[in-house]
């Protein structure tokens, strides 16, 4: 019943350690979107896509720099997600994840509650 997500690089076809393997496998869980993810402790680059920014990204720690012109070539038009600088998250559950899913799902009155 183990879902074996596999990873590569999209740019040198590289394959994470077996610890950042585990990071990106809960990296992947992430609810959110048009943003990017320091994995550790490979420093791999995640960005989450998206929508309009297409499906999540990967970039081993060689080609971090890559993606991230990649993406600003490509959707650098669409929304200022892909400009955004480093230092980039490792993780993003307690910071912008849980305001959109807090934002998505609020209901009227729900303020401290
Ligand atoms: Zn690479």
Known sequence: ??????????FCD???DPLTQMSLQSAMRERTWGAYQDVLPGRW???HGGGLYGPARHACPEH???LV???R???GTIGWHV???PPYPSSLAHAETDNAWNAATRRQGGWGA
């Open 73 to 75: 070539a490509h959707y």
């Open 45 to 47: 680059l995640v960005f």
């Open 1 to 10: 019943m183990t879902i074996h997500f596999i990873f590569r690089c999209q």
């Open 83 to 85: 400009w955004k600088r």
């Open 64 to 66: 971090r720099g890559d």
């Open 14 to 16: 590289e394959q994470p």
């Open 69 to 71: 012109a990649y993406l």
